[in-house]
């Protein structure tokens, strides 16, 4: 039965990771469910061969911190582009209160279940966040209702389970008497559990006397609203992608560059912005070019790393991974160097380029806003000796279905992913400072499986390639 589910789900191995409601029941079912069948009642008979079998293949399995990091997942994209959350456990990524049509309509719609919803709820509730504990755990018991008396062998969790941490939540939310409606009904199912019960008579007192008490709940109270975290206030404008502006000063062109190198087949530029200068060059690799570039990093990935003032840190789980690509790795990053330098007409050679980055966003993968920049002189950055990142050139290897977006946040614009399309910008101004305008995010990708490639290049060797103005503040 339970291989029955997993089968009709699955049919088509790209669509279970592209739709990240389907990805985050995958890992769900692979950490909790599978497990919950293995020793169900149902499987004594071949009790021993399953545990021997599943004991095989346990360390290849997703583990908790997966299944947090999927469910963290989920409330990011619902916390960036105001998605419903009972229109994502019905699989729709319809935007709360929008008569707009959804951002993301999957080929195969796949709704979450009561216990799906539940273990997101029970995540943000173990980590005290209790906006989202309560959404996801309304929408757990509002399903548990539903097939109240039914029985699940893959359901870890029950409607008591749910309204047990669902009126904790409002108790800790300051919604005493929601708590209060919430426990009575627990008890009516399990009335002799004496934890709940004395619940009950501390939310009945609390009420009675009209004070909130000391401790948990006091100084709390429940609002509608998201707590959005800065970054995802910063983001939620711009990452549901916005019409691109057609100024009069921007446009498309031919590129050359003054490189032999561009002449037969010159670049295909387009403006996106002048001030952060942004331009983007579409069909920049190929097909063939962007697999091999994947093909060549998918070993070597791991988590990412992010510039934290004087430090690096990697970055929150699940995020992102990358890899590092030397141009000896293969002709065809030899030969995206060799692009990249007549493009940007600045010197690539060591030690004034990094090695070539390539970064795979996970379930939900984003990246908080940052500068390419360095914005202090003890930076890591500055080991290389070359001083600090003049431009980036970021590749787009893949295409997403919806999300993704590049956000620059000061300038209040964002750009789609255009497949195999490249990115260019400069960091720093040409007196050197770097240029706060390019404060810019990866917008969580809702819906697929994005790939880029960046280039970071340095301020040393370009002193004649990019020279200073004659205006100081230039």
């Given at each position: 039965r339970f291989y029955e589910k997993v089968q009709a789900l699955h049919q088509d191995a790209e669509v279970s990771v592209d739709n990240p409601l389907l990805a985050f029941s995958l890992i769900k079912r692979l950490h909790s469910d599978w497990p919950n069948v293995i020793y169900s009642e149902e499987a004594t008979e071949n009790i021993q061969a399953l545990h021997a079998s599943f004991k095989e293949v346990e360390q290849e399995l997703p583990g908790a911190e997966d299944l947090a990091g999927a469910a963290q997942a989920l409330m990011r994209l619902q916390d960036v582009y105001a998605l419903s959350v009972k229109g994502m456990a019905n699989g729709i990524f319809q935007q709360t209160g929008a008569s707009r049509p959804p951002l993301y309509s999957p080929g195969r719609r796949v709704s979450l279940s009561a216990d799906d919803c539940f273990h997101v709820g029970k995540v943000a509730y173990d980590t005290g966040d209790y906006y989202h504990s309560i959404a996801w755990l309304e929408e757990a018991v509002s399903l548990f209702r539903l097939s109240y008396g039914s029985w699940n062998p893959e359901d870890r969790s029950s409607l008591e389970d749910a309204l047990d941490h669902l009126a904790f939540s409002y108790f800790m939310a300051g919604n005493i008497s929601h708590a209060l409606n919430l426990s009575k009904e627990f008890l009516h199912y399990d009335p002799s559990n004496q934890r709940v019960v004395k619940n009950v008579a501390k939310y009945e007192k609390l009420l009675e006397t009209g004070t909130m008490g000391s401790g948990a709940g006091r100084r709390v109270s429940w609002s509608p609203t998201p707590p959005l975290s800065p970054s995802h206030a910063l983001l939620g404008p711009l990452c549901p992608q916005p019409a691109l502006e057609h100024l009069p000063h921007l446009g498309c062109s031919y590129e050359t560059n003054g490189s032999p190198y561009l002449l037969l087949q010159p670049a295909k530029k387009e403006i996106v912005r002048i001030r952060p200068y942004v331009a983007l060059y579409h069909d920049f690799v190929n097909d063939a070019e962007a697999e091999t570039i994947k093909g060549l990093a998918g070993p070597w990935l791991q988590r990412s790393v992010v510039a934290s003032g004087e430090k690096q840190q990697k970055a929150e789980y699940r995020i992102s991974k990358s890899a590092w690509l030397k141009d000896t790795a293969d002709p065809v990053v030899r030969t995206l160097e060799q692009?990249?330098?007549?493009?940007?007409?600045?010197?690539?050679?060591?030690?004034?380029?990094?090695?070539?980055?390539?970064?795979?966003?996970?379930?939900?993968?984003?990246?908080?806003?940052?500068?390419?920049?360095?914005?202090?002189?003890?930076?890591?950055?500055?080991?290389?000796?070359?001083?600090?990142?003049?431009?980036?050139?970021?590749?787009?290897?893949?295409?997403?279905?919806?999300?993704?977006?590049?956000?620059?946040?000061?300038?209040?614009?964002?750009?789609?992913?255009?497949k195999n399309a490249a990115l260019f910008w400069w960091n720093l101004r040409r007196n050197g400072d770097g240029d706060g305008d390019t404060l810019h995010a990866g917008c969580p990708v809702l819906a697929g499986d994005k790939w880029v490639a960046n280039k970071w290049i340095h301020e040393y060797g370009q002193e004649f390639r990019r020279p200073c103005s004659t205006d100081p503040q230039d």
């Open positions: 692009r990249i330098a007549a493009v940007t007409g600045l010197d690539l050679r060591p030690p004034y380029a990094e090695y070539l980055q390539v970064v795979n966003y996970g379930l939900g993968g984003h990246y908080e806003p940052h500068f390419d920049h360095a914005t202090s002189r003890k930076s890591p950055l500055y080991r290389m000796k070359s001083g600090n990142r003049i431009a980036t050139l970021m590749i787009y290897l893949s295409t997403v279905e919806a999300g993704g977006s590049t956000a620059f946040i000061h300038a209040n614009f964002s750009v789609p992913v255009v």
